[in-house]
């Protein structure tokens, strides 16, 4: 997760320090504005994009009559499938897994996604995914 975020989780605790740091001492000033405006605009465009993502997930669930999706694990990929229809991706595709309690993200693109939830993959399958996504890439696997 930090190589994700990278210098990100670095660098807020320190400006923001610097800025109570500022305002306790009396020192604000335009330059302390402009940090703040842009920290703003910067957590709205997250937010944004949280909502895009999340609305285009429960699109799924709208347009879907049975909303299920079925994963299948081969050593040549992941397949999708649900009523709507499915996808291949190959192991070469994915850049990272997410590790999380609940469910792990297979990060593909970047950007793109693909949702586990944990309690429903055998211990087996979860060791066949790691496996297969270390040995098609070098990958990171970040735990939270």
Request: neutral net charge.
């Amino acid at each position: 997760m930090v190589k994700r975020l990278g210098i990100v989780l670095l660098l807020l605790p320190a400006i923001t320090l610097y800025l109570l740091v500022s305002y306790l001492l009396g020192l604000w000033g335009w330059f302390d504005s402009l940090i703040v405006i842009a920290i703003a605009v910067a957590w709205a465009f997250l937010l944004f994009v949280y909502f895009v993502r999340l609305r285009a997930a429960e699109g799924f669930f709208d347009k879907a009559n049975d909303p299920t999706a079925t994963l299948t694990f081969t050593t040549e990929g992941v397949r999708t499938e649900s009523d709507l229809g499915s996808s291949d991706l190959k192991w070469q595709v994915f850049d990272e897994i997410l590790k999380f309690r609940d469910f792990w993200l297979l990060v593909y693109a970047k950007s793109g996604y693909m949702t586990l939830p944990v309690d429903q993959i055998t211990p087996e399958c979860s060791q066949f995914v790691d496996q297969q996504i270390a040995s098609h890439r070098k990958v990171s696997v970040a735990r939270t």
